[in-house]
């Protein structure tokens, strides 16, 4: 299965992913300081979050973010569901973001990140393209601000999807210094779709 993990450049730029939003407490802080610091990112929203959650996805949206799909329940059996199971979940978080915004996502990030032959299988004409990560800073299992931030800097290169979540507090704490960081490093923060140069969303 073709997964995108990283955009094939050797121009310093890094593209930010967000995933198991949105939150109504954290992902509203977060859209405030990437606003403040001009900064776009991609968010990979849980489809039973998001009807509860329509005018964080209105902001995103204005706000010149991207909007992906990360299933419906991200259940921890996903993994073990049945390709038809998984083709529901897909096309219900699809759905309910279509709703809200009225574009169709076609960006989709697997829970955990993982793929398997059902999943493979499930895909099969959704036209959802896959969309992994290079750098992953671990945030759900640290909450210290610092670990999580040497985490990504360690490992930076090029072309960098980055993978955080906008579940995570200590992860919404680290937004101005990591920019900063990544500023002085001479890296730019863009938008997935550019990074990658395809198109977020279909028709």
């Not at 949206?61 to 038809?84: A, K, M, R, V, Y």
């Amino acid at each position: 299965m073709k997964v995108v993990c990283n955009g094939q450049t050797t121009e310093k730029v890094v593209s930010l992913t967000f995933d198991d939003g949105p939150d109504n407490q954290l992902t509203p802080k977060l859209l405030d300081q990437l606003h403040e610091l001009g900064i776009p990112a991609t968010f990979f929203c849980i489809g039973k979050k998001v009807a509860e959650n329509k005018d964080l996805l209105h902001r995103m949206n204005q706000e010149g973010h991207l909007i992906g799909t990360h299933s419906f329940t991200h259940s921890n059996w996903f993994d073990f569901f049945s390709p038809n199971h998984m083709r529901k979940e897909l096309e219900e978080s699809t759905k309910s973001i279509f709703q809200v915004i009225g574009k169709k996502p076609i960006l989709f990030r697997p829970p955990y990140g993982v793929t398997n032959p059902m999943l493979k299988k499930a895909l099969g004409g959704s036209g959802l393209i896959v969309i992994g990560f290079s750098n992953r800073a671990w945030d759900t299992s640290s909450r210290n601000e610092e670990t999580i931030r040497s985490r990504i800097v360690k490992k930076l290169r090029p072309g960098d999807i980055i993978l955080l979540h906008d579940t995570i507090p200590e992860t919404i704490g680290i937004m101005k210094s990591l920019a900063g960081i990544l500023n002085q490093e001479g890296y730019r923060i863009i938008s997935l779709d550019k990074l990658l140069n395809l198109s977020a969303y279909g028709v």
